[in-house]
């Protein structure tokens, strides 16, 4: 992720030992003693990541608890994101002076179902994807975007943003995407300024997708 997002960003990878690693107080308590294992290996790699990023902003070791929407609260002044996959867990981090907010994703890089297919991509998306080049699963790329931008949008506006209130068009020589939001849902906003559009980067290698945005300040 280090490679998609500006150098304000603090970025933390899983290495093995973060799967299992130990998980602070206020970590385990979100978690809960119930949890399956592979919830339990994804929500510890995200928390062992989110720590080191805000390490590498110059902050204490600090624990990363969930909200009761399962969004990891980060300490005051700090914004910041998780993701994992099978195999891959990151995190990245940022002070609030920098940066409005920040969203990154990763997924694997595969055919879609068409449920999801029908899910995620608007009739517009769809003609995209079967106008780009061959050999890349276009729709898991729009998916993973979309993912990233809800994780940017959601934490400065607080609502709810579904796949299909975010119009993506990408630039595959680039590896850029930008999503224009849906106008009602910008017009709906409870907070003054919500984004209107929000673009990131792409790349795909090793098997996956990796999607990153952050939204500047005004």
């Known amino acids: 992720m280090r490679d998609l997002l500006p150098a304000t960003v603090a970025v933390a990878v899983a290495g093995p030992d973060d799967w299992t690693g130990e998980l602070l107080p206020a970590e385990q308590a979100c978690l809960g003693e119930?949890?399956?294992?592979?919830?339990?290996?994804?929500?510890?790699?995200?928390?062992?990541?989110?720590?080191?990023?805000?390490?590498?902003?110059?902050?204490?070791?600090?624990?990363?608890p969930s909200a009761a929407d399962r969004a990891p609260v980060w300490p005051a002044g700090v914004v910041g994101t998780i993701t994992h996959t099978t195999g891959y867990c990151a995190?990245?981090?940022?002070?609030?002076?920098?940066?409005?907010?920040?969203?990154?994703?990763?997924?694997?890089?595969?055919?879609?179902?068409?449920?999801?297919?029908?899910?995620?991509?608007?009739?517009?998306?769809?003609?995209t994807c079967a106008r780009l080049p061959s050999g890349t699963f276009w729709p898991v790329v729009l998916f993973s975007a979309k993912e990233t931008v809800y994780k940017v949008w959601y934490p400065v506006v607080r609502s709810w943003l579904d796949f299909q209130d975010a119009r993506?068009?990408?630039?595959?020589?680039?590896?850029?995407?930008?999503?224009?939001?849906?106008?009602?849902?910008?017009?709906?906003?409870?907070?003054?300024d919500p984004p209107t559009s929000i673009s990131g980067q792409f790349v795909i290698a090793d098997g996956l997708v990796r999607t990153a945005a952050v939204l500047s300040l005004r």
Not at 182 to 189: G, H, I, N
Request: glycine content about 6%; charged content about 30%; proline content about 6%.
């Open 91 to 127: 995190a990245a981090a940022a002070y609030t002076t920098d940066i409005r907010s920040v969203g990154i994703d990763a997924e694997q890089h595969r055919e879609v179902s068409p449920g999801v297919r029908r899910l995620v991509l608007l009739p517009e998306e769809e003609a």
């Open 34 to 64: 119930r949890a399956v294992q592979t919830r339990r290996r994804d929500f510890t790699a995200g928390r062992a990541c989110a720590r080191r990023a805000l390490t590498d902003l110059g902050l204490p070791p600090t624990a990363v």
């Open 168 to 192: 993506l068009e990408l630039d595959p020589d680039a590896g850029t995407f930008t999503a224009r939001i849906a106008p009602a849902r910008v017009d709906a906003a409870a907070v003054d």
